[in-house]
Nanobody
Framework: QVQLVESGGGLVQAGGSLRLSCAAS????????MGWFRQAPGKEREFVAA????????NYADSVKGRFTISRDNAKNTVYLQMNSLKPEDTAVYYC?????????????????WGQGTQVTVSS
């Protein structure tokens, strides 16, 4: 079992930055592929980024490439999402996810664990 708790969301102006954190419980954090999804009002849940168990091979949605960076610190059981050059269309609830699978996947159903989400609002 893994419990995920996100933090770092908030209100920011377009062009600004935010850093999301996700703290995971348990002693096997390094066994999980970690990722982030987001969901805007009236839209389906959307893949944002994911990272392998050892921190390599990150995968990003085209909409965030070059602006967002996913990273992890296995010693702190934490995964991060650094978001730069934010746009109003980045406004959404952001969810931290984890899977015991070995593949860095963009498919939401492949992720076993989800956090409660943190709101990110980007004003124009």
């Amino acid at each position: 079992q893994v419990q995920l708790v996100e933090s770092g969301g908030g209100l920011v102006q377009a062009g600004g930055s935010l850093r999301l954190s996700c703290a995971a419980s348990g002693r096997t954090f390094s066994s999980y592929v970690m990722g982030w999804f987001r969901q805007a009002p009236g839209k389906e849940r959307e893949f944002v980024a994911a990272i392998s168990r050892r921190g390599g091979g990150p995968n990003y949605a085209d909409s965030v490439k070059g602006r967002f960076t996913i990273s992890r610190d296995n010693a702190k059981n934490t995964v991060y999402l650094q978001m730069n050059s934010l746009k109003p269309e980045d406004t959404a609830v952001y969810y931290c996810v984890a899977t015991s699978g070995v593949v860095v996947t963009t498919i939401p159903s492949r992720y076993d664990y989800w956090g409660q989400g943190t709101q990110v609002t980007v004003s124009s």
